[in-house]
């Protein structure tokens, strides 16, 4: 269970067995947790709070069939990204469901209800954060998505972002340095929701054929060892030209694209216990197994190892 301590200017990395304190503003909930579950606590410093975005909690939770929360009047903004399972939400009035691979964003001041799916348990990774022109991305959002949910790319660094904002505090003092780190992830996570948004505002028709016909080749080759060279080759184009006009289209460089495909059919393959590290990693396209084991870790928080253990004991 879930045990949150703040302190002006520090945070505490939660202890899951020391029982649970119900989040801020909280109108009713039930924190039905896997021990697993894990998350911090954050209280900013006041010129943390005026400066930059900032974090106020954030957490990765294996939720229970009765896992919910009831909340309103918290000045805080919370994405909730749906790793596994199900996730269903009432806000503003409305009923939306959160698939494994969707998001919601919304404002907490606003009256929301959301609990798992009794029989699709939900895994989440979740951020509660707020900073000065929060609630200007926030609407951009909203204007874009016509919907607190979007859906996001299978290659989403999502849950790798918010496993790193863990991550900085969890091993180190809330300070300067680590509150302007946090901050350039907010804005990354931010980016991430404000795109999906885009791209479904955006028809696919809109991009370059070849870019569409570059992100096919990766999924369908990313075991192979493909270069800007090939790029260029292939689609008869300025590997530069190329590489600026996939990250514009597609949100990450072709490279980014190829380890974040390969990092998440790496996972596909770690939630069985037929492979070994070495051989899910030659599968992958990653010849040196420490270099996949570095590559992974730097993602996920975790090494395949950790994260093949976590998997089976979510089942």
């Not at 998440?264 to 051989?279: E, M, P, T, Y």
Request: hydrophobic share 35%.
């Amino acid at each position: 269970m879930e045990s949150t301590i703040q302190s002006s200017g520090h945070v505490t990395h939660t202890d899951m067995s020391a029982g649970i304190h119900p989040p801020q503003n909280v109108l009713h909930c039930n924190m039905d947790l896997k021990s697993m579950s894990e998350g911090i606590s954050v209280r900013p410093s006041d010129q943390t709070a005026s400066t930059f975005f900032y974090v106020q909690a954030a957490g990765i939770f294996y939720c229970g069939a009765k896992y919910f929360t009831e909340r309103q009047d918290f000045p805080s903004f919370l994405i909730k990204y749906s790793m596994h399972g199900t996730g269903h939400i009432h806000y503003c009035g409305q009923d939306y469901e959160a698939p494994a691979g969707s998001a919601f964003w919304i404002d907490c001041m606003n009256h929301q209800f959301y609990h798992s799916d009794e029989t699709d348990l939900w895994t989440t990774a979740w951020l509660h954060f707020h900073g000065a022109t929060a609630a200007k991305y926030y609407e951009q959002f909203i204007a874009l998505n016509q919907s607190p949910v979007v859906k996001l790319s299978g290659n989403t660094l999502l849950c790798t972002y918010i496993r790193s904002l863990i991550d900085i505090y969890k091993h180190q003092e809330s300070d300067l340095s680590a509150d302007i780190l946090a901050s350039e992830l907010i804005v990354k996570i931010m980016t991430e929701m404000l795109m999906s948004a885009s791209s479904a505002e955006t028809p696919q028709a809109l991009q370059p054929r070849f870019i569409q016909d570059a992100v096919e080749l990766i999924l369908q080759n990313y075991t192979q060892k493909l270069t800007l060279d090939d790029f260029s080759r292939i689609f008869s184009v300025n590997k530069y030209y190329f590489q600026k006009l996939f990250k514009r289209y597609i949100g990450y460089t072709p490279k980014e694209f190829l380890t974040l495909t390969r990092i998440n059919n790496a996972k596909k393959l770690l939630r069985s216990q037929g492979s070994s590290i070495d051989q899910i990693a030659e599968a992958v396209g990653i010849d040196n197994a420490s270099h996949f084991i570095s590559i992974f870790k730097r993602h996920e928080g975790m090494t395949p190892k950790e994260y093949r253990i976590q998997e089976a004991s979510a089942k």
